[in-house]
């Protein structure tokens, strides 16, 4: 969903002469740069979770992130788990660390601060998967600086699903879970704060073509409508589908600098990554959305009904599921990433309309020349690679009582016929009432 004029234009500065501060990597970390071109945030998210009690902002319009590590999460058999995470400072629960990391939800259009420090060595950076922010500002490690402490500033243009990881070492702090999903709503979402903590909610989409989701707007958006090219749901799910190796998170992913590459004369440049270990990744734990998948791997393992994501990690939104319990007659948003080191695939019991793709709503000008919303009839896979955002919206009149499942693949071997193959099933109930 384009914003054809924001009314706010963020300059531009040059950094000829700057390069060494913005694209070496300090480790430790010596420099934490101020962020160029710094704006006064208009995120009303923090200050609306305060209002319900569940944090204590300490910047207004702005959120408080640590990057951490060495807490500790439980697999299928009972055995711990060392991964790194991201902690929200402003909530007493979840500042020493969630995973996957605290949701964000940011309306469209809003100038977006993250207050981000890494709580230990080495540094990190925070990438967010899909938004376009300036350079200095887009977190990737290499390319962008690898900092102590920073304030990342965005403006997000289109509605829709996305994430945020750290991309210093990506195989390793991805994988060990330095991530969280991001939600961009339409500008609206949080202007009424007797509404905005519940459903319905809407998102972008394109659906002229599919009458049995009441509600959409087409409309104009150079208009100004914050609700054209939208929908209402009044039910939302999100699968944060998850492997690990424990032999990487409880023996070697220990030490954040191990496996870093050895940096020779020239960062960036020179780096030598030949060293590691990263290659191997067999993967022997599986998560949606945080939820361990019980039984040993290759053997099918189902999560529990009514699994719910509290508010405080949630932007003040009460009510998302993980396992679906919705009602006929009703508007379903599932929101599924793949954050696993390996490809999977989704297959939903029902029919389901896939609305966007990686953020993008199809069918949404300006991409309505090149891409439309489709139906994926009940029972046939979606193919995931690592990353992708898949949006589907789901309506009926049937009572459903079954499961979506999730299939992991071992993707070690891929293009050797025969070697590709699911290592564990993960079964999310999926109700109907
Ligand atoms: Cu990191």
Redesign the pocket.
Same mark, same amino acid.
């Given at each position: 969903m384009a914003l054809p004029n924001s009314g706010i234009i963020i300059p531009r500065r040059s950094i000829a002469g700057m390069e060494g501060m913005w694209a070496k990597m300090w480790d430790p970390p010596k420099e934490s740069p101020g962020t160029p071109e710094l704006l006064t945030p208009t995120n009303p998210v923090p200050a609306f979770m305060e209002s319900l009690g569940l944090g204590d902002v300490k910047v207004p319009n702005t959120v408080q992130l640590a990057?951490t590590?060495g807490i500790t999460i439980t697999g299928w058999n009972g055995a711990p788990l060392v991964i790194?995470a991201v902690g929200d400072q402003d909530m007493d629960a979840s500042k020493g660390g969630t995973y996957p990391g605290t949701i964000l939800r940011v309306p469209r259009g809003v100038i977006f601060h993250a207050e981000t420090q890494?709580k230990t060595s080495?540094?990190? &950076?925070i990438h967010w998967h899909g938004i376009e922010p300036t350079p200095m500002n887009d977190g990737v490690?290499h390319t962008s600086m690898?900092i102590g402490k920073y304030t990342y500033q965005l403006q997000p243009n289109f509605i829709g699903s996305y994430f945020y990881?750290?991309?210093?070492? &990506?195989v390793?702090?991805?994988e060990?879970g330095?991530f969280g999903f991001l939600i961009i709503e339409p500008p609206d979402a949080y202007a009424n704060p007797l509404t905005a903590g519940g459903y319905p909610r809407r998102t972008a989409a394109s659906l002229a073509a599919f009458p049995q989701f009441p509600g959409f707007v087409a409309g104009d958006l150079a208009s100004g409508d914050p609700h054209a090219y939208t929908v209402p749901y009044d039910y939302e799910a999100l699968w944060v589908c998850d492997d690990m190796d424990s032999y990487w998170h409880n023996q070697i992913g220990l030490e954040?600098r191990a496996w870093y590459p050895a940096i020779l004369n020239r960062p960036g440049v020179d780096d030598q990554f030949w060293h590691g270990h990263f290659h191997d990744f067999n993967p022997d734990n599986w998560f949606i959305t945080g939820v361990v998948v019980p039984n040993a791997p290759g053997v099918l393992g189902t999560i529990p009904p009514n699994v719910v994501v509290p508010p405080g990690l949630n932007g003040g939104v009460t009510g998302m599921q993980v396992s679906v319990n919705a009602q006929r007659g009703k508007t379903i948003l599932v929101r599924a990433l793949c954050a696993s080191y390996n490809s999977m695939r989704v297959t939903f019991p029902v029919d389901v309309v896939i609305i966007a793709w990686d953020g993008r709503a199809l069918g949404v000008p300006p991409l309505a020349r090149y891409s439309h919303a489709y139906r994926v009839p009940a029972g046939t896979p979606i193919r995931y690679s690592v990353a992708r955002r898949i949006d589907a919206l789901i309506r009926t009149d049937t009572a459903v009582n079954a499961f979506a499942t999730v299939e992991f693949f071992d993707t070690r071997g891929e293009n050797v016929p025969g070697r590709e193959r699911i290592v564990k099933t993960a079964r999310i109930p999926f109700v109907i009432n």
């Open positions: 990057l590590e790194m890494g080495p540094p990190h &950076t490690g690898e990881h750290c991309h210093r070492n &990506t390793q702090h991805f060990m330095l954040a």
